[in-house]
Nanobody, 116 residues
Framework: QVQLVESGGGLVQAGGSLRLSCAAS???????????MGWYRQAPGKQREFVAR???????NYADSVKGRFTISRDNAKKMVYLQMNSLKPEDTAVYYC???????WGRGTQVTVSS
């Protein structure tokens, strides 16, 4: 089964930036490359929600709440997915997870805390 390890979270002031990374292992380059990948987040007391998605071809899609502020990218050769987060707001505070087409395959996630 694929293993996904998120990193790059931390504490940042409102208006600041963070770059999250997602490293995939236990999956071949071919099977990683053909899959769409996405970022999701879960705040305390709330369900996990979609944040951003990137297809194998590099097409992207974003939740309305982050559009214009977040950018998702991928490096297929490294089996990595990134999320550049700019103009962060306190409402962005959550645990951020990455995943592909592997139901229930959630990792530990990385905590993002934005102070006001």
């Amino acid at each position: 089964q694929v293993q996904l390890v998120e990193s790059g979270g931390g504490l940042v002031q409102a208006g600041g930036s963070l770059r999250l990374s997602c490293a995939a292992s236990g999956v071949s380059l071919t099977n990683f490359n053909i899959n769409d990948m996405g970022w999701y987040r879960q705040a305390p007391g709330k369900q996990r929600e979609f944040v951003a998605r990137i297809t194998s071809g590099g097409n992207t899609n974003y939740a309305d709440s982050v559009k214009g502020r977040f950018t998702i990218s991928r490096d297929n050769a490294k089996k990595m997915v990134y999320l550049q987060m700019n103009s962060l707001k306190p409402e962005d505070t959550a645990v951020y997870y990455c995943n592909g087409p592997w139901p229930g395959n959630w990792g530990r996630g990385t905590q993002v805390t934005v102070s006001s």
